[in-house]
């Protein structure tokens, strides 16, 4: 009679614990389906760039920086554009120079940088503006290679990626970095073919990668554009270069968090432009793990461990569940490490 009542016990307490875990699996499913775990996804993600630290860049790729020290030499923003036809001149030798300025206002020097422009592999900015209307360079310009220098901010407002083609009114827009990257490799860009038809404004987006960032501003090395035009640097050091030549002065230039803003010190537009295209050159996107395969590795830990809950002491499962989340951060901090892949 003991006996059997131990195990009648038993049954009744395996039968609360099915119970507790079906009532806690589809509570996760529910906040899982919310987006609720979407911000703690991004906060290790965010932490696993922290943690992995800075890591070099190819040794190909340069900013030139209109920083303060520029603003100062050579007058307040914006620049005279005359600067930007000697600029060209100055680093003549480099592969492909790509500006991440604007130029869709007329000056009076535009036609010197214009002659300049011609002469060289140059790439010039297209703006999407607050009222999604396209910022195209001048007609002036025109037959010059363009790319839209467009990022896509997460809700938290840190860019994590960027697609590298829109379609917005009927156009197709590549982004800047991979029409550097044709240029400097004389390789197309794999860019979406898929047909849209679109509606007035609306912007559709595609090939979505994510960036690997080299690390905190000034992880690319820089150099000062008043230095280059005052010839501080001789010619040959840009040759077969990729340059980058845009904003980074306080209060005149874009800047943009990354994964490593956590001190929410953003990096001026240019840099973030420069490492998706250091990211394209060296193939080192971060890739996540298809969501089909995700769901089936949570769903086997799930078995397992519902498997082992159902067996084990409380205080043992607890033991059992601490080791599986360390595994899995760790398992997810070595994927990202080492072989670019976010689990």
């Given at each position: ?35 609720f ?52 001149d ?46 195209h ?14 990022v ?109 803003s956590?001190?929410?010190r ?13 990211t ?52 997810t ?11």
């Amino acid at each position: 009679m003991g006996a059997a009542g131990q195990s009648g016990h038993t049954k009744i307490f395996s039968v609360k614990k099915a119970i507790i875990c079906l009532v806690v699996l589809g509570f996760v499913v529910l906040i899982e389906y919310a987006g609720f775990f979407i911000g703690t996804n991004n906060y290790f993600y965010d932490l696993s760039f922290r943690i992995r630290g800075s890591i070099p860049p190819s040794k190909d790729v340069v900013i030139i920086a209109i920083d303060d020290k520029s603003l100062e030499r050579l007058g307040r923003w914006p620049l005279s554009r005359r600067y930007y036809a000697t600029l060209i001149d100055k680093i003549a030798d480099a592969k492909v120079i790509a500006f991440d300025i604007i130029m869709a206002e007329p000056t009076d020097d535009d036609l010197l940088i214009a002659g300049a422009i011609r002469r060289k592999n140059v790439v010039l900015p297209v703006l999407i503006d607050e009222n999604r209307d396209i910022l195209h360079p001048l007609p002036l310009f025109s037959g010059v290679l363009t790319g839209h220098v467009h990022v896509e901010q997460d809700i938290d407002g840190i860019v994590r990626g960027v697609y590298h083609t829109l379609h917005l009114s009927g156009r197709r827009l590549h982004s800047l970095s991979s029409v550097v990257f044709g240029l400097a490799t004389n390789r197309i860009f794999p860019h979406s073919t898929e047909k849209r038809y679109t509606v007035e404004n609306d912007i559709l987006q595609y090939d979505h990668m994510y960036i690997n960032y080299c690390g905190n501003p000034g992880s690319i090395v820089t150099a000062s554009f008043a230095d280059v035009i005052n010839g501080v640097y001789p010619t040959s050091y840009f040759k077969d270069k990729i340059v980058f030549v845009g904003v980074t002065a306080l209060g005149a230039a874009d800047r943009i968090l990354t994964p490593f803003s956590k001190d929410r010190r953003g990096m001026a537009g240019v840099e973030g432009q420069a490492n998706i295209y250091n990211t394209l050159i060296t193939g080192s996107a971060i890739n996540t793990v298809p969501k089909i395969l995700r769901w089936l590795m949570v769903i086997s830990v799930a078995a397992f461990s519902m498997f082992c809950f159902l067996r084990l002491t409380e205080q043992r499962a607890a033991f059992l569940a601490l080791f599986e989340l360390l595994a899995i951060a760790v398992v997810t901090y070595l994927l990202f490490s080492f072989f670019n892949i976010w689990l």
